[in-house]
């Protein structure tokens, strides 16, 4: 029997008998289609511009429609049996309502930034849930009340926990959402909404006590900041709505206040890990494209931040999208932060570096199918995220989208460059240095928490005496801008320098710190070839100049 895995993509609805093998609950219902857990069947939806049916029973879900028919009957009434106040519901807008076919329902709604009416997730008396609107679409549950940016966010499993830690806290000093469909969806609906997440200083994960609360908690800590998540739970309680309509309130607030800082597994002890101190560092797997700097620093390494730097007009971006290209042909996935130019001029660097073609400079080296099918075989199937900055350089903003681009499988990040950052927030503070020491103190702790290599490119101060757009300053680690910091915090620094004897071609790279191994000094000399648009190493047989 052939086994289909693209119960994955759809978002899970309920529980439903399998009609193949009999299964009471087996079976799960998604917005595209059926699966059954027990016995592999799978059943595609039918999607038209009106409806779907399930197959399962004659009840209709409004799914993906053009004419969605939204419940606008409903009343906010009290829920009494929950424990929930009329209050509250006005304040979440949870309706009370009849379906068509005559039949009592509880409405949520979901509601974009602006307010918009974008889904409603309906709920019998028998719990059988169904969603109007654009299913795929539906942002966390309450989302659009808040501004988000604040001191601490709740998360729960549903919308009737959400209105119970809201009603429990008096609707005071408390933001609380809740996930749209579930714990089997609560680490895509946290991803699909990062941006509003990472929003708080705080991320307290209030779900369900038993199993599949559980596993969804875990699951949502791993791609969430450590440090930032607090999990909450209740020993008497599954839920929060259930210590409500017990009338104890008290018994949410106390698991929200007492919430337990979330860690990561794998804490080991020090004789656990006697047999692997023997164990040498071999060469990274992850190479840079050049000999010598790869024997210097012993390949890319895991959990490093490595400042580039150069003067003015040296040639970073080029550098920079050498790298890029290696990085990407070596199956990482790469996030890249450029500020300094737009998507295009990016992507047609490394689409010109695929070819050997400098596209950006020279218009009629390629035709347009070579260049949109060089573009096919680099990002078909290997990944790489860009930054539309628009103009923004909010440190915030891009600390919150290097998060995203880490919880989508991005292993390195290239950020060019700190500077224009720098310039940015110097804009609104008097203490420059001050700034860049929590700059980078931010991205040291980035890259220890999310494993990644975070690549920095900063600019170089003026030399006392000489220039370095002609080779005739020598690069020293002491001329990156502002502060020590961006040296201290880094693990390898590199500088890219001009060759006096050819300023137009040629190249050095000086590696200027190096924690790994201590090696520094003149690593490869490069050539930059200006019709290929590539920075190539210059094939001659290295002389070990002291540094």
């Known amino acids: 029997m052939e086994t289909h895995d693209t119960h994955e993509k759809g978002i899970f609805i309920r529980h439903v008998p399998c009609k193949q093998c009999g299964s009471s609950d087996a079976c799960a219902e998604y917005t595209d289609h059926i699966f059954c857990f027990a016995c592999n069947h799978y059943h595609d939806l039918l999607?038209?511009?009106?409806?779907?049916?399930?197959?399962?029973?004659?009840?209709?879900?409004?799914?993906?429609?053009?004419?969605?028919?939204?419940?606008?009957?409903?009343?906010?009434?009290?829920?009494?049996?929950?424990?929930?106040?009329?209050?509250?519901?006005?304040?979440?807008?949870?309706?009370?309502?009849?379906?068509?076919?005559?039949?009592?329902?509880?409405?949520?709604?979901?509601?974009?930034?602006?307010?918009?009416?974008?889904?409603?997730?309906?709920?019998?008396?028998?719990?059988?849930?169904?969603?109007?609107?654009?299913?795929?679409?539906?942002?966390?549950?309450?989302?659009?009340?808040?501004?988000?940016?604040?001191?601490?966010?709740?998360?729960?499993?549903?919308?009737?926990?959400?209105?119970?830690?809201?009603?429990?806290?008096?609707?005071?000093?408390?933001?609380?959402?809740?996930?749209?469909?579930?714990?089997?969806?609560?680490?895509?609906?946290?991803?699909?909404?990062?941006?509003?997440?990472?929003?708080?200083?705080?991320?307290?994960?209030?779900?369900?006590?038993?199993t599949p609360g559980k596993e969804a908690t875990k699951s949502c800590i791993e791609v969430l900041p450590l440090g930032r998540v607090s999990v909450a739970s209740m020993q008497d309680y599954k839920d929060a709505n259930e210590a409500?309509?017990?009338?104890?309130?008290?018994?949410?607030?106390?698991?929200?206040?007492?919430?337990?800082k979330a860690r990561p597994d794998g804490i080991v002890l020090a004789e656990d890990l006697r047999d692997i101190i023997v164990v040498r560092d071999d060469m990274s797997a992850i190479r840079y494209p050049y000999t010598r700097l790869n024997e210097l620093t012993m390949g890319i390494q895991p959990s490093?931040?490595?400042?580039?730097?150069?003067?003015?007009?040296?040639?970073?971006?080029?550098?920079?999208?050498?790298?890029?290209?290696?990085?990407?042909?070596?199956?990482?996935?790469?996030?890249?932060?450029?500020?300094?130019?737009?998507?295009?001029?990016?992507?047609?660097g490394l689409v010109g570096i695929h070819l050997s073609k400098n596209i950006i400079n020279f218009q009629h080296v390629a035709t347009d199918e070579q260049i949109v099918q060089a573009h096919s075989d680099l990002f078909t199937d290997r990944p790489l995220f860009l930054y539309d900055h628009m103009g923004t350089r909010n440190i915030k903003v891009i600390k919150n989208h290097i998060h995203w681009m880490v919880a989508h499988g991005a292993k390195v990040i290239i950020l060019d460059h700190i500077s224009m950052l720098i310039g940015e927030a110097t804009s609104k503070v008097q203490d420059e240095?001050?700034?860049?020491?929590?700059?980078?103190?931010?991205?040291?702790?980035?890259?220890?928490?999310?494993?990644?290599?975070?690549?920095?490119?900063?600019?170089?101060?003026?030399?006392?005496?000489?220039?370095?757009?002609?080779?005739?300053?020598?690069?020293?680690?002491?001329?990156?801008?502002?502060?020590?910091?961006?040296?201290?915090?880094?693990?390898?620094?590199?500088?890219?320098s001009v060759d006096p004897d050819d300023v137009s071609t040629l190249r050095q790279i000086v590696v200027l710190k190096n924690r790994h191994t201590g090696?520094?000094?003149?690593?490869?000399?490069?050539?930059?070839?200006?019709?290929?648009?590539?920075?190539?190493?210059?094939?001659?047989?290295?002389?070990?100049?002291?540094?």
């Open 47 to 210: 999607v038209d511009e009106h409806s779907v049916k399930t197959g399962v029973n004659s009840n209709e879900i409004n799914i993906k429609t053009k004419n969605t028919a939204f419940v606008t009957n409903g009343e906010c009434k009290a829920l009494s049996v929950r424990g929930i106040h009329q209050e509250t519901c006005q304040r979440f807008q949870y309706l009370t309502a009849k379906n068509r076919s005559g039949t009592t329902v509880q409405v949520e709604q979901y509601r974009d930034k602006k307010g918009n009416l974008v889904a409603q997730k309906t709920r019998d008396k028998n719990k059988q849930f169904k969603i109007i609107g654009n299913s795929q679409k539906m942002p966390l549950f309450a989302q659009y009340r808040y501004s988000g940016e604040g001191d601490r966010l709740v998360i729960t499993e549903g919308a009737m926990d959400a209105m119970s830690v809201s009603q429990a806290f008096g609707h005071k000093h408390i933001v609380v959402v809740s996930v749209p469909n579930g714990a089997q969806s609560a680490k895509k609906s946290i991803l699909d909404n990062l941006d509003f997440v990472l929003g708080y200083s705080e991320i307290c994960l209030f779900f369900d006590g038993d």
């Open 244 to 260: 409500l309509a017990d009338k104890n309130p008290r018994a949410i607030i106390d698991a929200i206040m007492n919430a337990t």
């Open 304 to 348: 490093t931040m490595i400042t580039l730097c150069a003067g003015s007009g040296v040639g970073k971006s080029t550098l920079i999208r050498e790298l890029a290209y290696t990085l990407h042909q070596a199956n990482q996935v790469l996030g890249m932060i450029m500020l300094e130019e737009t998507n295009k001029r990016t992507l047609q």
């Open 433 to 496: 240095r001050r700034l860049i020491d929590t700059l980078m103190t931010d991205f040291r702790s980035l890259v220890q928490e999310l494993g990644i290599t975070l690549f920095l490119i900063s600019h170089l101060k003026r030399p006392t005496h000489g220039a370095h757009e002609d080779g005739t300053a020598k690069i020293d680690a002491s001329q990156l801008r502002g502060s020590g910091a961006i040296v201290q915090l880094s693990d390898i620094c590199i500088g890219l």
């Open 519 to 547: 090696q520094v000094g003149y690593a490869d000399k490069l050539c930059y070839d200006r019709h290929s648009g590539r920075l190539k190493e210059v094939t001659e047989e290295f002389v070990d100049v002291p540094f």
